[in-house]
């Protein structure tokens, strides 16, 4: 008799649990984690993926408007469906910028089981 496979996701940031060992996370968490990374990663900031990200971070300090604003959610959409686009079914984006902190509101559903989410994620300025 085989048993189930158990999936087993690294937490991010990585960091040890409790006992010393390699900190988990289940696989919503660990999609909530991809999901941040690409958010809040600027192009070119990875050597071996110079493509990879949304440069949200870049928003914190420029001067808004509401074209910005449209064009970033198209940015970050079109972000999403490459590099997650397996993993997630984005629902519902919507960006906002005020006082030094950007905020993405992202309403997706899990494709490996169909969990449907709301998360916000938050970046501030960091000068």
Same mark, same amino acid.
């Given at each position: 008799?085989?048993?189930?496979?158990?999936?087993?996701?690294?937490?991010?940031?990585? *960091? +040890? $649990?409790?006992?010393?060992?390699?900190?988990?996370?289940?696989?919503?968490?660990?999609?909530?984690? %991809? &999901?941040?990374? =690409?958010?809040?990663?600027?192009?070119?900031?990875?050597?071996? *993926? +110079? $493509?990879?990200?949304?440069?949200?971070?870049?928003?914190?300090?420029?001067?808004?408007?509401?074209? %910005? &604003?449209?064009? =970033?959610?198209?940015?970050?959409?079109?972000?999403?469906?490459?590099?997650?686009?397996?993993?997630?079914?984005?629902?519902?984006?919507?960006?906002?910028?005020?006082?030094?902190?950007?905020?993405?509101? =992202?309403?997706?559903?899990?494709?490996?089981?169909?969990?449907?989410?709301?998360?916000?994620?938050?970046?501030?300025?960091?000068?």
């Amino acid at each position: 008799m085989t048993k189930p496979v158990t999936r087993t996701d690294i937490a991010f940031p990585f *960091r +040890p $649990d409790r006992r010393g060992r390699t900190a988990h996370a289940t696989h919503g968490e660990h999609v909530h984690d %991809l &999901i941040e990374q =690409l958010l809040f990663t600027s192009p070119g900031e990875r050597v071996m *993926r +110079p $493509d990879f990200g949304c440069g949200l971070l870049d928003l914190v300090f420029a001067p808004t408007s509401p074209e %910005l &604003i449209s064009t =970033l959610e198209l940015s970050v959409q079109a972000s999403l469906q490459r590099w997650l686009g397996d993993l997630i079914d984005v629902e519902a984006l919507d960006v906002v910028s005020e006082d030094n902190v950007v905020r993405v509101y =992202l309403s997706y559903a899990i494709r490996a089981d169909g969990a449907r989410r709301d998360d916000v994620f938050e970046g501030r300025a960091t000068a």
